[in-house]
């Protein structure tokens, strides 16, 4: 094959295995193999620079940095969207339309998740991407072609699939769709930029917009975009399009992204419907919405509804409650959690976000306070996501009263009045009183002690907890299994019989797992997963207590950090103290299989994920009796998943176990797997 024959073959290949991983998310040949593709295109077109094209895949990231975007006029407007946000507004947008089309015709509707990203449109002539521009104010946009080139989820070159003539490509056409940041990226990037000293991004959305108005390319470049397809602005050619299905359906043929979770529908109680699961499961959709776009199936009827004041009358937006909202920090109060680390609270003006009036934010650490740069009374951008805790985002300075309090670090507890100590290797600072000293310590220890995922006592919350350690009934967990019905009577809101329930729920928690255990002790930076770890690893308690931090660095994801802080605490005679008495008091466990063992179980090395809601076992339940066989289990589905379980309201999880043919059971399923394996309910 000579060289010009192999150039093509390599630009087909490398678009082939692109589309593979960033549109289907199943890659086929290893990075390494790739990097090896794309390292000989290069090569080649370095030896014959006048071979290079527009579309070739090594000019994703090639072009030099702009001094400026240029201005680009729209062939049809990129319209603006009417809203609703009730049921009763969406009927009334479908009856406009109705009596607009008259004769009452049949509309079947088309909904979308409305992605909070930047709309762009994309121009390809003979199938090639000639230009990418921004909406702008809907007529005139940004030139930000060399930047969209970067993103490796826009084709360059749209190839037919699904067994389509290449011929069906149109001569010239333009595709609109959503740049955005998934979030899990998103997090990824803020976290890589905390860790090198660099600004984060403030949201997705101003991420993704912030990336695609680089002047420099390779920037854009570094950061983790990609796009869904919608629409098409206008088509020149034979095929012309019935409908928003039809054009989504051969959208995905030529190799872009377009939504899975968009539907067709033709009765209003089915748009409503998905408009209300799609809002119960924002969340774990994985990108951020701000509500569903609403549209008429029927491009014929989009033509004959026409537009008025630069929206469509043919689609509407269903808005959610906004997640972002302006408010004024009152105050920073400063939170003892249970390993004494001090975290600053804002007090805010109360303000409706995220579907719920917010008065209270985290601020995380003093890191955090200041690279907002938060003062007293200051203007701030508050975010709430569903269940995750409020969260100041960033501070609008340019509203600061003059000689606003900055906010600083209290050098006392404000519970003991023990010295806040900060080392110099850590974000955290902590009051040093400790457990005995610190009753903010003492109470958070035994809330932890007590909690589902640790000793699971039913019936002891927070503010049961609270008295008995200002009364001084309890100080540390062993004294909950010397606790007297007569004592917990005399507490305010107890009567006999709530006071023997959590009684018998104390008494049931004597026997326990290693694992659940582990974790009820607090030890700094142990959670659940590394639990599990320890507790397989060492198979039971002395041996774990006998461990240095060498032997603790042997153990799957425990690092020099954690071990050190695991064997800091079995060598104080303080906390061990705490763990003896505990014993004494009848807490006890069955000892884990040994890791020597681990190999042996019937899942071992294969990873499971868990879905949806399961009716005879909790998702925790589930999960450590997978583990009891081998298994790991992940939140994420990914080629390397062998199962995943999936219950009532499974979602993207679900659909992406189906997309890339990995094998689902239902809750009975599992059921069935676990009794054969003798680990049924208990």
């Known amino acids: 094959m000579n060289s010009k024959a192999r150039l093509v073959e390599l630009r087909a290949l490398i678009h082939h295995h692109n589309h593979r991983y960033h549109v289907l998310d ?54 603006s969207l009417d809203k609703c946000t009730t049921t009763q507004e969406l009927a009334d947008w479908l009856l406009r339309c109705r009596n607009r089309l008259g004769e009452e015709p049949t509309i079947a509707l088309f909904c979308e998740p409305k992605i909070d990203g930047v709309a762009v449109a994309l121009v ?114 034979d095929w012309q399009p019935l409908s928003q299905s039809e054009v989504l359906e051969r959208l995905a043929d030529w190799g872009f992204r377009v939504n899975s979770e968009s539907g067709r529908f033709e009765e209003l109680d089915d748009v409503q419907r998905y408009v209300d699961d799609l809002l119960a499961r924002r969340d774990a959709l994985g990108y951020a919405i701000d509500g569903t776009v609403i549209k008429v199936d029927s491009l014929d009827q989009q033509r ?93 300075s340019s509203r600061r009263k003059r000689n606003a309090e900055a ?125 599990q770890n320890l507790a397989d690893h060492f198979g039971d308690l002395d041996a774990l207590v006998a461990a240095d931090a060498a032997a603790l660095e042997n153990v799957d994801d425990v690092g020099p950090v954690v071990a050190a802080n695991i064997a800091a605490y079995f060598a104080s005679t303080e906390t061990l103290g705490v763990v003896q008495r505990l014993r004494k008091a009848g807490v006890s466990w069955p000892n884990v299989q040994p890791a020597a063992r681990a190999a042996e179980l019937p899942l071992a090395g294969q990873t499971w994920v868990l879905t949806g809601t399961l009716e005879r076992l909790t998702r925790d339940e589930a999960k450590a009796r997978l583990q009891r066989l081998g298994a790991k289990v992940a939140g994420t589905v990914s ?20 997309s890339l043919d990995v094998p689902v059971l239902d809750e009975a399923g599992l059921l069935a797997l676990l009794a054969e394996h003798d680990v049924a309910l208990d």
Request: aromatic residues 4%; proline residues 6%.
């Open 26 to 79: 199943d890659p086929e040949i290893a990075d390494a193999e790739y990097d090896a593709l794309f390292d000989e295109l290069t090569g080649l077109e370095t030896e014959h620079p006048d071979w290079i094209t527009q579309d070739s895949p090594s000019q994703r990231v090639g072009d030099t940095p702009l001094s400026e975007f240029t201005s680009v006029t729209h062939e049809r407007p990129m319209l």
């Open 124 to 237: 390809y002539v003979e199938g090639v991407l000639t230009l990418a521009a921004t909406r702008g104010d809907g007529q005139t946009g940004e030139d930000i072609t060399a930047n969209v080139r970067t993103i490796g989820s826009v084709p360059l070159k749209l190839a037919a699939k699904n067994g389509r003539p290449a011929a069906d490509v149109p001569p010239r056409m333009e595709v609109r769709g959503e740049i955005y940041m998934p979030l899990a990226d998103f997090e990824r990037f803020n976290e890589q930029a905390r860790a090198n000293d660099q600004k984060p991004l403030i949201n997705p959305r101003n991420g993704a917009a912030g990336s695609l108005r680089q002047l420099d390319p390779k920037l854009t470049a570094q950061r983790p975009l990609t796009m869904y397809a919608y629409s098409v602005g206008w088509v020149e050619g």
């Open 304 to 396: 004959r509804l026409g537009a008025v004041t630069r929206k469509p009358r043919w689609a509407v937006a269903y808005k959610y409650p906004a997640e972002e909202a302006t408010t004024k920090l009152l105050d920073v109060e400063f939170q003892i959690g249970r390993t004494g680390a001090v975290t600053p609270v804002a007090r805010l003006e109360p303000v409706f976000v995220g579907g719920v009036t917010v008065s209270n934010a985290t601020l995380h650490n003093m890191d955090e306070v200041a690279r907002l740069d938060l003062h007293i009374g200051d203007k701030v951008l508050v975010r709430r996501a569903g269940d995750v805790i409020p969260q100041v985002v960033s501070v609008i």
């Open 407 to 531: 906010i600083s670090l209290p050098r006392s507890c404000p519970v003991c009045g023990s010295p806040i100590v900060r080392a110099d290797d850590e974000a955290v600072a902590r009051c040093s009183g400790g457990i005995k000293r610190c009753s903010a310590q003492r109470k958070e220890s035994l809330k932890h002690f007590a909690s589902r995922l640790a000793l699971d006592i039913e019936g002891l919350g927070d503010k049961l907890i609270e008295q008995l350690v200002s009364v001084e009934l309890v100080a540390e967990p062993a004294d909950l299994f010397g606790l007297e019905q007569a004592a917990l009577v005399g507490l305010e809101r107890m009567g006999e019989k709530s006071a023997g329930k959590i009684l018998r729920s104390i008494e049931s928690s004597r026997t326990t797992t290693l694992p659940r255990f582990i974790y009820a002790l607090g030890i700094r930076e142990v959670g659940e997963a590394t639990a």
């Open 639 to 658: 080629k390397k998943t062998h199962r995943v379980v999936a219950g009532p309201g499974a979602g993207s999880k679900l659909s992406k176990a189906q």
